[in-house]
């Protein structure tokens, strides 16, 4: 099992002997408990036995870091000293030492590892990601000075700078137990499936509920165990996710992980904020074990020429919005086409003749306008860029209606917007006024963040039905779970997920 250390946010031994959260952690044998000593204003030694003794010094990491290396400043060297060979000697689990600090103090290791403690040899950039051979060169002298565990702290700017991260991961020759992490967004994924790794860390790091965490990126300990499952991850678990830009607001992680536990299937979901969907697709995904993709804004159309083949839906769509890993190439398919269309159906039932107006020519607009067509419906296309309309509607045999005439149109069953307007955090814009929306349609959003949109505000008041994008959301995700996973569950199942995530 691969434990959770809740970093303690403190600011004195005092407050966080008194935070209960932390007693609920305490309780939970599947987490340790990390104090940041460093950071106390009551740096003393009977406060950190006290801390020991009430946590259990088998639970407990003790770090007292450099100031060099994010530490708070208020413990002068000799003190720290002083304070790792008091929690040695109080049988502190893990005693957290920088690898500067261990090369200085060629002795300090000996001393500290003499009561049981092991030694965790940290390194730390909180600017950029180093080469790959500077970090396993780091790697190997924490080993050779004594460590019982090596951990690397690097910031990652870009996906190119995981790969570099996934490098030193994949190194099998790695001579004791070793967490990287990317701080970051673009490195979240080295926070949430470090269990996988051949020699990974005992412990991955957290933050309390109430705590902004002691690194970017950190994640909360509950989300950790409960939506990733961090402790029962094994290197056998596939790996899936969702690429995007931006990509925090994505509901995905939460639905397909409580899908998964659902299901009893292995595996994982995880968010990658993608900036080069080529690095990612070429140089991580594969190492990283990555056996499916949900692919979001902005890449559903850059992802296809990553695939070594489309199904035919998805080559006549254009956009691809789920990629699976097929013998060493990915497929790409798009399940928002039959998401979107059966949504629709279900409100307004057969599509035979009925005229949809679809608001943007991006990935999700051709989806739609290539379901309802394929239904036997017609599609009228509206987009900001009036080129695009044009493709988009001749590649479905429908029309460009231009923004001014939304109005005076007749006889339309549905309006689907599908441009990001109106999307978390921006939900005060509407990419349309309640009176340009054609009389009596269905206005349907595919945005689902936030579940009520702005358009869809002000078309109810204005007397339209609405859809909303979560209709949409849940069908193309139950489809893509099925070709993750190859097993299914009942859309009703989805619904009632989607409601608890
Ligand atoms: P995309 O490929 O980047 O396309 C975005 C489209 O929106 C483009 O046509 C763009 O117009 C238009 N647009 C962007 N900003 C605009 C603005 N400020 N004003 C007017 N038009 C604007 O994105 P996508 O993948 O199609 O996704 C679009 C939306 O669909 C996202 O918000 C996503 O949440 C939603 N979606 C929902 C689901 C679901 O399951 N519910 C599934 C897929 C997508 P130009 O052509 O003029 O640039």
């Given at each position: 099992m691969t434990r959770v250390c809740v970093a303690s946010h403190h600011t004195s031994f005092a407050a966080l002997l008194a935070d209960e959260e932390f007693t609920r952690i305490a309780s939970d044998a599947r987490c340790l408990i990390e104090l940041r000593v460093d950071r106390y204003n009551d740096p003393?030694?009977?406060?950190?036995?006290?801390?020991?003794?009430?946590?259990?010094?088998?639970?407990?990491?003790?770090?007292?870091?450099?100031?060099?290396?994010?530490?708070?400043?208020?413990?002068?060297?000799?003190?720290?000293a002083s304070l790792w060979e008091c929690a040695a000697r109080a049988g502190a689990a893990f005693?957290?030492?920088?690898?500067?600090?261990?090369?200085?103090?060629?002795?300090?290791?000996?001393?500290?590892?003499?009561?049981?403690s092991k030694l965790i040899v940290s390194y730390h950039d909180f600017v950029h990601t180093p080469p790959t051979g500077q970090m396993t060169d780091a790697c190997c002298d924490a080993a050779a000075l004594g460590a019982d565990v090596v951990k690397l702290a690097v910031f990652a700017k870009r996906v190119a700078d995981t790969a570099k991260v996934l490098d030193v991961l994949c190194d099998a020759s790695l001579p004791v137990p070793t967490m990287v992490i990317a701080m970051g967004e673009h490195g979240q994924w080295t926070r949430l499936v470090a269990p996988r790794w051949n020699n990974p860390a005992p412990f991955g790091f957290a933050r309390a509920a109430s705590a902004e965490g002691t690194a970017p990126g950190q994640p909360v300990w509950e989300e950790l165990l409960k939506r990733y499952r961090y402790a029962e991850q094994t290197p056998q678990?596939?790996?899936?996710?969702?690429?995007?830009?931006?990509?925090?607001?994505?509901?995905?992680?939460?639905?397909?992980?409580?899908?998964?536990?659902?299901g009893a299937q292995p595996g994982v979901y995880v968010p990658f904020l993608v900036d080069d969907v080529s690095v990612f697709m070429e140089h991580v995904a594969p190492r990283l074990g990555v056996k499916g993709l949900s692919v979001t804004l902005p890449h559903k159309e850059s992802v296809v020429p990553l695939c070594a083949h489309l199904t035919?839906?998805?080559?006549?769509?254009?956009?691809?919005?789920?990629?699976?890993?097929?013998?060493?190439?990915?497929?790409?398919?798009?399940?928002?086409?039959?998401?979107?269309?059966?949504?629709l159906q279900e409100m307004l039932g057969d599509l035979t003749g009925r005229r949809v107006v679809v608001l943007g020519a991006g990935g999700a607009a051709k989806a739609v306008a290539h379901a309802v067509v394929a239904r036997g419906g017609e599609v009228l296309v509206c987009n900001r860029n009036n080129t695009r309309a044009l493709e988009l509607a001749r590649g479905v045999g429908g029309r460009v209606v231009q923004r001014e005439a939304l109005p005076g149109l007749q006889d339309i069953a549905a309006l689907v917007q599908a441009t990001p307007v109106g999307m978390h955090p921006r939900v005060y814009e509407s990419p349309l006024t309640a009176a340009e929306l054609p009389s009596g349609a269905l206005i349907f959003d595919t945005v689902y963040n936030p579940p009520v949109t702005k358009l869809m505000a002000l078309a109810r008041e204005?007397?339209?039905?609405?859809?909303?994008?979560?209709?949409?959301?849940?069908?193309?995700?139950?489809?893509?779970?099925?070709?993750?996973?190859?097993?299914?569950l009942p859309l009703d199942v989805w619904q009632r997920l989607d409601g608890e995530v």
């Open positions: 003393r030694e009977e406060l950190l036995q006290q801390a020991l003794q009430r946590f259990g010094p088998e639970r407990c990491v003790v770090t007292c870091r450099h100031s060099a290396e994010g530490g708070g400043g208020s413990v002068s060297d000799t003190e720290r005693i957290d030492v920088e690898l500067r600090t261990l090369r200085a103090e060629k002795t300090l290791a000996a001393r500290l590892k003499a009561h049981g678990w596939p790996v899936f996710g969702v690429i995007g830009s931006p990509i925090a607001h994505s509901r995905s992680p939460a639905l397909h992980n409580a899908a998964l536990v659902r035919p839906l998805a080559q006549s769509i254009g956009a691809v919005n789920t990629v699976v890993r097929t013998d060493d190439a990915w497929v790409g398919d798009n399940t928002d086409a039959a998401g979107a269309a059966d949504a204005a007397g339209h039905a609405t859809l909303a994008g979560s209709a949409m959301f849940v069908r193309q995700a139950a489809a893509q779970f099925t070709q993750f996973t190859g097993t299914s």
